[in-house]
């Protein structure tokens, strides 16, 4: 199944031929040999998930790798680095590979405790816990601002599955082969379907026919990554009174503009869930790019808090306008300077 693998540059490749992960589009290997790809691993689609824009999506994609300035290992942005080839074209690629644990296992107070004594710095009960999570924060959103101050890349479909969080705090985003890319102003590849969760309220424009999400679209995503971050919980998680007792689930109340901490929705839910009270412990700036976001950024997505105003509010710090460092929690886990994109 996999003989005949080979790199851009002619050079073969073996990889295990048990995948350690799959999913609907991929499967994930080792590789074996050459030994100087030790570290990474290859992606390999499915055959019939192999079409024309996928193959010139992962071409183009590898042939624009961002710039970056790695230190001690660490990648925020873990980018296709060479195509895998056979004799009937591209098949996947080679990536780095990211140790640490997906952000989703620390945005709920059950997954916590399942978690080794290095990562209790981020439970809620810890006294450091508010610190660590806004630090944790701050990395997610200075690895959006970096991604987008490239100009020509949107997530579309950011969620906690596909960041991985490591016990210092720093971040890497994944699956970033399917990014929408947008050159002078032309869509030149579509993002993928969104998560529900993670949607604005005009992604039911995309479904419809819509060019392609845009970096405000990225925006509310982040919101919603970060609010989850901060306490425990879907910012719209809660059950609502009439005329909104039938809004259920939280895709229904974001397209709703139910965010339960906004003062003319909040006689609106019948039961807010405890953890939203952490809200009421952050800082007053940052309760304020929440609201902004879920409130007057519903209905117009250009008021959104951008990546990197979540970042000079968050440690409280203006930052240059195009570079945005990645912190650790202590600072014996990261001294070196961080990667820069350019």
Partial sequence: MFSGLHLQDGTAIE????????GGEASLHRIRKPAHLSGHLAKIYRSERLNDERRQRVKYLAANRPHVEDTNGHKVLIWIESLILTSGGIVG???HEVAGLPLERLCHSGHMKSLHADWMKFDWSSSEWQGAR????FNIAAALHNLHSLGRYVLADMKPENIIVRTNGLI????????????????LFTPPVATPDYTPPEGRDMARGAEAATEAWDRFSLAVILYRVLCGIHPFTGSCLPPYENCCSCVDKMQAGLFPHSPHVRRTYRVVPPPHGRFAQLKPAVQSLFLRCFGDGHGNPRLRPSASEWCEVLMRRRLPSIKRRAIALNAEDYKPTPPVYR
Avoid: Q, Y
Wanted: glycine residues 6%; hydrophobic residues 55%; charged residues 20%.
């Fill in 15 to 22: 990889i295990d031929a048990v995948p350690f992960a799959a």
């Fill in 93 to 95: 690629f080679t990536m």
């Fill in 134 to 137: 806004v630090k944790l924060c």
């Fill in 172 to 187: 890497s985003l994944i699956d970033l082969d399917s990014v929408g890319v947008i050159e002078n102003g032309r869509l």
